[in-house]
Nanobody, 123 residues
Framework: VQLQASGGGLVQAGGSLRLSCAAS????????MGWFRQAPGKEREFAAG????????YYEDSVKGRFAISRDNAKNTVYLQMYSLKPEDTAVYYC?????????????????WGQGTLVTVSS
């Protein structure tokens, strides 16, 4: 499975962005999908995950109520809608696919990774 993330950019604090991740080369609906992020000098961390059907979504505490993950299995795409962005949300955002059920927050459980897209939130 190949994953291509896009949609990052520079935004002011309080603004919004939508990230997209297009998958190819596999049966997209068979995979749990996740978004991770890595800020400068920090470990990669889980931000959000979604079950294969889209019926289950999971968020890291600091993004709950501000981020929304969704997927369109017909388009082989997963999205991360980000609202009320804060400077501490600045990071490279990676999409990832996992054959493991259920949704987990551990990066090691994900089998495929996109190249990352940079989100910069200015204060």
């Amino acid at each position: 499975v190949q994953l291509q993330a896009s949609g990052g950019g520079l935004v002011q604090a309080g603004g919004s962005l939508r990230l997209s991740c297009a998958a190819s080369g596999g049966t997209f609906s068979n995979y749990v999908m996740g978004w991770f992020r890595q800020a400068p000098g920090k470990e990669r961390e889980f931000a959000a995950g979604i079950s294969w059907s889209g019926g289950g979504t999971y968020y890291e505490d600091s993004v709950k109520g501000r981020f929304a993950i969704s997927r369109d299995n017909a388009k082989n795409t997963v999205y991360l809608q980000m609202y009320s962005l804060k400077p501490e949300d600045t990071a490279v955002y990676y999409c990832a696919a996992s054959r493991t059920l259920p949704v987990v927050q551990t990066a090691g459980a994900y089998d495929y990774w996109g190249q990352g897209t940079l989100v910069t939130v200015s204060s």
